[in-house]
């Protein structure tokens, strides 16, 4: 009897888990320019890669003190899933910057579709207007607002990671 109840304690707490939905993705194609304006399904707040980063994302806090006692200090929350990690840095004005990153996992995914494991075409077929290379790096810049990304494939076609830079706004 006690068994019994142990295994159906244990089903009902494993029914009621709260998985995370999976944010929907837009695959057309777009040009590099509004890719690069906006790379993000979502928007690049704090709140909002809280609330779109996968279910076991680690938030990490670094505090960066100024050198006087009274202002308040700034703040960079690092994002890592497995071997990705996302950097924010929040001003003590309440001004948010992407700093960059690097991604190694397919669970975190940009604007149309790219993530990493995808194939060199499918990755070509997000923009309209970038230039076909057999190069095993893609490298695409936005000067305006000073932001760059670095796409890598591997031996086998398949994108194997990415970093980025973050942007001035």
Do not use: W
């Not at 309209?128 to 095993?136: A, F, G, P, V």
């Amino acid at each position: 009897m006690k068994k019994i109840a142990l295994i159906l304690i244990g089903l009902g707490f494993s029914a009621c888990a709260v998985l995370k939905t999976p944010v929907a993705v837009d695959i057309k194609p777009m040009d590099v320019n509004s890719f690069m304006a906006k790379p993000f399904v979502h928007g690049e707040a704090i709140g909002q890669f809280k609330d779109n980063m996968p279910e076991r994302t680690k938030v990490q806090k670094l505090i960066k003190r100024s050198p006087r006692e009274h202002q308040v200090p700034d703040t960079i929350y690092n994002y890592t899933y497995k071997d990705s990690k996302i950097s924010i840095y929040k001003t003590r004005f309440n001004q948010e910057f992407m700093l960059g990153g690097i991604v190694r996992n397919s669970e975190v995914e940009l604007a149309n579709g790219i993530k990493a494991g995808m194939l060199r075409d499918d990755f070509y077929r997000a923009f309209t207007d970038l230039i076909r290379t057999q190069q095993d790096t893609v490298v695409l810049e936005h000067k305006q607002i000073d932001r760059t990304f670095n796409f890598y494939f591997d031996k086998k076609g398949h994108l194997e990671k990415y970093t980025f830079t973050g942007s001035k706004k």
